[in-house]
């Protein structure tokens, strides 16, 4: 393949996530319900709650932090009830994991970007387009989760 047109996309697919980043917090912070957590908070859950059986250290390996800084956003969701420490099977490590609470809050986040993405895209590109599209970033998913599984 052509390196110019892989820089093009990289570099589109590296923009839409910045735009496609910020339009998220936009309408999570339009979400009476969502208001108050921050853009970190939601990725945050989300991640814990795609990830059960997780560490401090593996959830900032997955979000490319530091985890001095997850370490802080956990306690912050833990005093508020959305995810609580479970000691784990080494009696070491502390593991993470979404309450009952911290699931309704995800619910939401998802509903409210489907809703969004849908209003968003609904005269950009018909039914067909988009199953097309979710096959070809499937490809591109599993190639990531394929490189990762090497590691």
């Given at each position: 393949?052509?390196?110019?047109?892989?820089?093009?996309?990289?570099?589109?697919?590296?923009?839409?996530?910045?735009?496609?980043?910020?339009?998220?917090?936009?309408?999570?912070?339009?979400?009476?319900?969502?208001?108050?957590?921050?853009?970190?908070?939601?990725?945050?859950?989300?991640?814990?709650?795609?990830?059960?059986?997780?560490?401090?250290?593996?959830?900032?390996?997955?979000?490319?932090?530091?985890?001095?800084?997850?370490?802080?956003?956990?306690?912050?969701?833990?005093?508020?009830?959305?995810?609580?420490?479970?000691?784990?099977?080494?009696?070491?490590?502390?593991?993470?994991?979404?309450?009952?609470?911290?699931?309704?809050?995800?619910?939401?986040?998802?509903?409210?970007?489907?809703?969004?993405?849908?209003?968003?895209?609904?005269?950009?590109?018909?039914?067909?387009?988009?199953?097309?599209?979710h096959e070809k970033l499937q490809r591109i998913r599993k190639r990531f989760e394929e490189e990762e599984d090497k590691r």
């Open positions: 393949m052509k390196e110019e047109l892989i820089r093009q996309v990289y570099e589109s697919v590296y923009d839409i996530y910045l735009h496609g980043s910020e339009q998220v917090a936009r309408s999570l912070r339009d979400d009476e319900e969502l208001k108050h957590f921050s853009r970190e908070q939601t990725q945050l859950i989300k991640v814990i709650d795609g990830h059960p059986d997780t560490t401090l250290k593996d959830i900032a390996q997955i979000l490319g932090v530091h985890k001095t800084g997850v370490s802080n956003k956990v306690k912050k969701l833990a005093e508020g009830g959305y995810l609580e420490y479970r000691e784990g099977p080494d009696h070491k490590s502390k593991y993470v994991e979404v309450t009952e609470k911290g699931h309704e809050v995800v619910a939401r986040i998802e509903t409210v970007n489907v809703s969004h993405w849908r209003d968003l895209f609904a005269d950009v590109f018909t039914e067909r387009e988009m199953e097309a599209f």
